[in-house]
């Protein structure tokens, strides 16, 4: 059964805190991508990776930092330097071969205590 | 100007009627475009691809692409209540970079309430 996991589905976070957010996909692709959707607004990209051992910021880097080990993984921190770490994080994959639609996990909802 | 601007909404229509959601797009080399159903607190789900001018069908949903004039379409025929979501419209960059390869420019997403 191919997809892609994130976890925790909740998470609540201290201010001063870093917390790491899990990707997993066993989709074999090559691509995968962290965005950011706070109430009512649009997807905004943090985070790209076309291959292991690489990868590109996006739109909102700051504060955020990834890796890329594995081809299935791609773990984002929420470091203690982003000011409004409160939103909704979606994680996606894609081929970066044919027509690269991309496909969301299930989101990780992030809040600030 | 957004790279990809979809009209906010919200869009209401009554059940059983045709719910039209528009995007236009400034990449005039863009080749893929694609349509997400987002339902409120959840995740985005991929709906229909289209690559080609013209129409593309599946089921009560209908994609009209023309490049021409840079925008992209989403017709939901026999609108149910279950259709209620946010759209969003999401395109590939034409600049053929392996570093953008499937990286896509999405919309702020077009909300649809379908009323019974």
């Known amino acids: 059964d191919g997809g892609i996991t994130q976890s925790p589905k909740y998470l609540f976070r201290k201010e001063g805190q870093n917390v790491t957010l899990s990707c997993e996909q066993n989709?074999?692709?090559?691509?995968m991508y962290w965005y950011r959707q706070d109430p009512g607004q649009g997807l905004r990209l943090i985070y790209y990776?076309?291959?292991?051992?690489?990868?590109q910021k996006g739109d909102i880097a700051e504060g955020y930092s990834v890796s890329r080990e594995k081809k299935e993984s791609f773990p984002l921190t929420v470091t203690s330097a982003q000011k409004n770490p409160t939103a909704f994080y979606l994680c996606?994959?894609?081929?970066?071969?044919?027509?690269?639609?991309?496909?969301f996990g299930p989101g990780t909802r992030l809040t600030v205590l | 100007q957004k790279e990809v601007e979809q009209n906010s909404g919200p869009l209401s229509v009554p059940e059983g009627a045709i719910a039209s959601l528009n995007c236009t797009y400034s990449?005039?080399?863009?080749?893929?475009f694609f349509w997400y159903r987002q339902y409120s607190g959840k995740s985005p789900e991929l709906i229909m691809s289209?690559?080609?001018?013209g129409d593309k069908e599946d089921g009560r949903f209908t994609a009209q692409l023309n490049k021409a004039s840079q925008y992209v379409s989403l017709l939901i025929r026999d609108s149910q209540p279950s259709d209620s979501a946010t759209y969003l419209c999401?395109?590939?960059?034409?600049?053929?970079?392996?570093?953008?390869?499937?990286?896509?420019?999405f919309g702020d997403g077009t909300t649809l309430t379908v009323k019974p």
């Open positions: 996606a994959s894609s081929p970066t071969s044919g027509f690269n639609e991309q496909f």
């Open positions: 989709l074999n692709h090559d691509a």
């Open positions: 990776s076309q291959i292991v051992n690489d990868f």
């Open positions: 990449d005039r080399g863009s080749q893929s």
């Open positions: 289209i690559y080609s001018n």
């Open positions: 999401a395109v590939n960059p034409s600049d053929g970079l392996s570093t953008n390869a499937g990286k896509s420019t």
